[in-house]
Nanobody, 117 residues
Framework: QVQLVESGGGLVQPGGSLRLSCAPS????????MGWYRQTPGKQRELVAG???????NYANSVKGRFTISRDTAKNTVYLQMNSLKPEDTAVYYC???????????WGQGTQVTVSS
């Protein structure tokens, strides 16, 4: 069982920045794709950004050029740097670990990001 501990959410003004962190309870980056998803009430959870075990990244079109996903193996932490935040980025953000070889997936508890003046 892997636990994903998220942190870094909060309230920020439009145009501001936040950095989310996700720390797995074990060293899983070699076999898991790590991702950030977000969800707003009444909508499906959507992928924001992902990073594979090999370091390949992908982003939702809505955040390209503004968000950056990265990974620090020494600290066993995945980050989502969010810049130029917009009110439509307001959501609960979830960290996800996707097993690249068919094993179990895991979700964090979610962290609220609110972009408002």
């Amino acid at each position: 069982q892997v636990q994903l501990v998220e942190s870094g959410g909060g309230l920020v003004q439009p145009g501001g920045s936040l950095r989310l962190s996700c720390a797995p309870s074990g060293s899983i980056f070699s076999i898991y794709t790590m991702g950030w998803y977000r969800q707003t009430p009444g909508k499906q959870r959507e992928l924001v950004a992902g990073i594979t075990s090999g370091g390949r990244t992908n982003y939702a079109n809505s955040v390209k050029g503004r968000f950056t996903i990265s990974r620090d193996t020494a600290k066993n932490t995945v980050y989502l740097q969010m810049n130029s935040l917009k009110p439509e980025d307001t959501a609960v953000y979830y960290c996800n670990a996707y097993h690249e070889f068919g094993g179990p997936d895991y979700w964090g508890q979610g962290t609220q990001v609110t972009v408002s003046s």
